[in-house]
């Protein structure tokens, strides 16, 4: 039953039934009229039906008046709905369609209510982070060399991969699970361990795989709310060296160089640092990002930090603090013709003191002077391209002669050339050729041995899918090997093969 204001219902009702009931009251009649009668009843049927007209024109006009003259919103519709039960019958269709219209302009609404699992923002807490994560599974194979020595002579060992040795299969070198979101506008955090982590000494010295251990703990922080700064807190990466930055997950060697990664074995101390990318670099570096170039990471065009100095997952031990400073600045060479390829070049810096792990057992009692500064350039390839990093320093080194850890120079870097092709019936693949050298001491084991390592490497990486990259590299290599009571070079060639899923 339509809902009209009271009085005008009845008349409309009353005006119904005789416009209802004229027709059948003609056809029930007895004899039929004569004409002069069917004329006066025809225009007696035309008046009611423009009395009827007219009272449906005022009904309209009633109706559209109490329309803009409605209350504020009625209860809500859910709350109608839920009200109807047995005891207690469903609200009328008037009410419901009241219920469901939209509030008149002015009318005041109630914010949404908030719950446990909802931000300010809207958002739920796994809205906002992301879990993601890649595994490195390897088979390292000497094909010729110095796989064993008697004792006192180097073996072919290498610091970047600890399954390179005489006896060893297959070997994950890392299992990363990485927990990432920002928790507004002024916070994002990190979180990252690794699951690929070995442990000595747990039977008569024998070693196990397998173990956890923290690697990346931090939250950025941005003061403005603009991400092209921001001041990261916990344990990251120290940022000395380009190829220290790039995550193994997007290198295309499988290890990084002796020289920069001695600087800062594992990469990573507990610390403060801060980075700051201007607009115009963030774009050249997002615009490679999307050509599938295989960048540093976002660690900003400059980076300046503080740190504890002894090195990852290390107990700080002295009252010093690392300094480390980075810079780095992408050229487009648009200008030279060659359109959409980048030259990137910048430097860093290490201020340090560490205490040496001692094989008699504890730390050195002094703290010895770990110095570095390092020059980068990248020509990334479209489709080929240049890498290449060198640094000088001053640095803990074991000197036989004296049987003590003393300050010596340290020098070395690496030089890579590298090709991408797009399309191939195996899918994208880049070549690359990499030569790297080092002569210093490598603080990241005991007693801080001298490395002596020239290397030459071809390697191939190609992805059936972006899931799945799959890297072949063949070597010829001259180390000593990192431990201070064997001399001598270890001399062989490697064939190593690796394969990376990535989720």
Do not use: C
């Not at 739920?124 to 020595?149: C, F, H, P």
């Not at 801060?274 to 980076?303: M, S």
């Not at 001491?441 to 191939?460: Q, S, V, Y």
């Amino acid at each position: 039953m339509l809902f009209v204001p009271g009085g005008i219902s009845t008349k409309l009702l009353a005006a119904t039934m005789l416009a209802t009931m004229a027709a059948p009251a003609l056809a029930q009649g007895a004899p039929v009229p004569a004409a002069a009668d069917q004329a006066g009843v025809i225009a007696d049927l035309q008046r009611q039906i423009d009395e009827l007209k007219a009272m449906v024109a005022q009904l309209q006009a009633a109706q559209q008046t109490a329309a803009s003259a409605a209350p504020s919103q009625p209860q809500n519709p859910v709350v109608l709905a839920q009200q109807a039960s047995p005891s207690n019958p469903a609200p009328s269709s008037q009410a419901i369609t009241a219920a469901a219209a939209p509030p008149a302009a002015g009318t005041p609404q109630s914010p949404p209510v908030q719950t446990a699992s909802t931000s300010r923002g809207g958002k739920r807490w796994y809205e906002k982070l992301m879990l993601r994560g890649y595994t490195q599974m390897r088979i390292n194979e000497i094909v010729s060399g110095d796989d064993v020595a008697p004792a006192g002579l180097s073996r072919l060992r290498s610091i970047g991969d600890s399954g390179i040795r005489d006896e060893g299969n297959f070997s994950l070198r890392r299992v990363r699970l990485i927990l990432q979101g920002d928790v507004n506008d002024y916070l994002s955090l990190y979180l990252q361990p690794d699951f690929a982590t070995a442990v000595s000494n747990q039977s008569v010295g024998e070693r196990r795989e397998g173990f956890a251990q923290l690697r990346d703990a931090y939250a950025d922080v941005f003061p403005t709310g603009d991400k092209s700064f921001r001041i990261r807190l916990g344990q990251s990466k120290i940022p000395y060296g380009w190829e220290n930055m790039q995550s193994s997950s997007n290198r295309l060697a499988l290890d990084r160089t002796d020289a920069i990664n001695s600087a800062a074995p594992g990469e990573r101390d507990l610390g403060v640092v801060a980075y700051y990318t201007p607009p115009h670099v963030q774009r050249i570096w997002d615009r490679l990002t999307e050509d599938g170039q295989k960048l540093f990471g976002n660690y900003g065009a400059f980076g300046l930090g503080a740190f504890n100095g002894q090195g990852l997952n290390r107990t700080e031990t002295n009252d010093n603090v690392m300094i480390v400073a980075l810079a780095t600045w992408p050229f487009e060479l648009d200008g030279l013709g060659l359109d959409g390829q980048v030259l990137e070049l910048g430097g860093s810096m290490m201020r340090n003191r560490i205490e040496i792990e001692q094989r008699t057992g504890g730390l050195s009692p002094v703290s010895y002077a770990d110095n570095r500064i390092g020059v980068h350039a990248i020509l990334y390839p479209q489709p080929f391209g240049l890498q290449a990093e060198w640094n000088w320093g001053r640095g803990p080194q074991f000197d036989p002669a004296t049987q003590q850890i003393e300050t010596r120079s340290l020098r070395g870097g690496y030089v890579q050339a590298m090709g991408r092709v797009r399309r191939s019936p195996l899918g994208p693949f880049y070549p690359f050729a990499r030569w790297q050298y080092y002569r210093g001491g490598f603080k990241g084991a005991i007693n801080a041995p001298r490395l002596e390592t020239e290397e030459l490497e071809l390697g191939l990486e190609f992805l059936p899918t972006p899931a799945l990259e799959l890297t072949v590299t063949y070597g010829w290599a001259s180390r000593r090997e990192a431990d201070e009571r064997r001399f001598g070079q270890a001399e062989g060639e490697l064939l190593r093969v690796q394969a990376q899923w990535n989720y």
